[in-house]
């Protein structure tokens, strides 16, 4: 079975500067994927970022991008010039490449992400 | 695109009552999944349907649970005899998938929360 770690319970970052959120996962496949999940309070998750396991390259979205080390089976996100909007729960979250039963995603116990003034 | 659709948002309930919710996915979306979010934790996978089959459940899922989508569409998870543990956000996500690869990432409905007294 898959297992998703995230060490980091709260972390905090001044407005306008970087913050990087750590993850491991354990698994013994090749082929999967990683995702980040923002949820607000009391609001709905919602995907940040999207990894595939066979691409080399680090996925980018905007201020958010990730550095994805296969070999060592870690996945941290990094926050560039962070807002108050960036505040919110964030869940490191695995997921079987191949559908049918492999579907279900495995989350993180997620870190607690506070943006100051 | 109306996004997955939760229903109610919030229930409260005596210990021993039956409960049940709804989740509408994404309209094209053949897939539904349930999740569990306790207090301080990531969300743990409970089912997940491809159309109107269900195609597996967790081992969290106990007896009391039972969850259907009669037609391919909308979906119900009913509680019976519900105890405290049962206390938790029960999150709705649905996405498009079929054979292979499973590439197209789960949309998350704000979930009901569930309050045992």
């Known amino acids: 079975a898959q297992t998703v770690t995230q060490s980091q319970p709260e972390m905090s970052v001044q407005e306008a500067e970087t913050v990087t959120l750590s993850c491991t996962y354990d698994?013994?496949?090749?082929?999967?994927?990683l995702f980040w999940y923002k949820q607000p309070p009391s609001r709905q998750m919602i995907l940040v970022i999207r990894?595939?396991?066979?691409?080399?390259q680090n996925a980018t979205e905007n201020r958010f991008s990730v550095n994805f080390q296969k070999a060592a089976k870690s996945f941290s996100l990094k926050i560039s010039d962070s807002q108050l909007g960036d505040a919110a729960m964030y869940f490191c979250a695995y997921r079987s490449a191949w559908g049918g039963t492999a579907s279900k995603l495995t989350f993180g116990t997620g870190t607690r992400l506070q943006v100051t003034l | 695109d109306t996004g997955v659709s939760q229903d109610p948002r919030h229930k409260i309930t005596k210990r021993g009552q039956n409960v049940t919710f709804r989740c509408d996915p994404i309209?094209?979306?053949?897939?539904l999944y349930w999740y569990r979010q306790t207090l301080g934790q990531g969300p743990e996978f409970l089912t997940y349907f491809q159309n109107e089959a269900q195609l597996e459940k967790s081992r969290l899922l106990s007896d009391r649970f039972s969850a259907e989508r009669p037609k391919g569409s909308f979906s119900t998870l009913e509680i019976q005899r519900t105890e405290q543990g049962d206390s938790a956000m029960y999150l709705c996500?649905?996405?498009?998938?079929?054979?292979?690869?499973?590439?197209?990432?789960?949309?998350f409905g704000d979930g009901t929360r569930l309050s045992i007294l």
């Open positions: 309209s094209e979306h053949n897939r």
């Open positions: 996500a649905s996405s498009l998938g079929g054979g292979g690869r499973a590439r197209q990432p789960q949309h």
């Open positions: 990894q595939e396991a066979y691409k080399q």
């Open positions: 698994t013994s496949e090749s082929d999967y994927y």
